[in-house]
């Protein structure tokens, strides 16, 4: 790990972005097959829900890294905002599309129920995960909060849409493993934060597609 820390302090400032990128990215697959697998063992619609969401956002993540690579190695400032443009574009559109459908899968949790009950030491594993999601996310904002490169802002607010579904799953974990129903209604408070963070994701993909004229302006 200390090696790992050494070599990113050695790297340039634009490599830097790369290697913070390629190592989330990585990581964003690993949860993603874990919660997948989870959510065959288990077996749990639920987590097979948000593996899902998670593949498709890390798959992003991929297209926006070989976006990335591609800006560096055009010269002409055109071909390289016009890549830009066009990758913040469809992670926006990507968000409103996931947005909608996690809106509706929460409608039908709201009536349905999830049970999602699983081992106490699962619960742990849950809690690692969106730990991960949650402080990849606040690190990219916190350190390149002054870049505005649009495929690196389009990257913080694909992360911060991941993050939300990670600390929804473990809310639905948690509720269903240890509150007790006869004075906890999971079902209606796990479809309503749901359904909360179905709209927030639609309203961040909305913003990216609304402000790629402000974006262009500031660049």
């Not at 302090?9 to 990128?21: A, G, P, R, T």
């Not at 498709?56 to 800006?71: C, E, G």
């Not at 999971?186 to 402000?214: D, E, F, H, P």
């Amino acid at each position: 790990m200390n090696t790992l820390l050494k070599y990113f302090k050695q790297l340039k400032k634009e490599e830097k972005v790369i290697f913070f990128l390629v190592f989330t990215t990585i990581g964003n697959v690993a949860i993603a097959l874990l919660k997948l697998v989870l959510s065959l063992t288990l077996p749990s619609l639920w987590f097979f829900i948000n593996a899902i969401f998670m593949i498709v956002l890390s798959i992003a993540r991929i297209f926006s890294i070989k976006d990335y690579w591609q800006t560096k190695k055009a010269s002409k400032p055109e071909i390289i905002q016009n890549i830009g443009y066009q990758n913040y574009l469809n992670n926006g559109i990507m968000l409103i599309v996931l947005g909608i459908m996690y809106f509706f899968v929460n409608v039908y949790i709201y009536y349905k129920g999830t049970n999602t009950t699983i081992h106490e030491y699962l619960t742990y594993l849950v809690a690692l995960m969106a730990f991960w999601s949650i402080g990849s996310a606040i690190y990219g904002i916190v350190k390149y909060k002054r870049n505005h490169t649009p495929i690196i802002k389009a990257v913080k607010l694909t992360n911060f849409a991941n993050a939300l579904t990670s600390l929804m799953l473990t809310q639905i974990v948690l509720l269903d493993t240890y509150a007790d129903a006869n004075h906890y209604n999971s079902n209606l408070m796990n479809g309503l934060t749901g359904m909360s963070v179905g709209m927030i994701i639609m309203v961040i993909g909305l913003y990216m597609i609304i402000g790629i004229n402000k974006l262009r302006r500031d660049l």
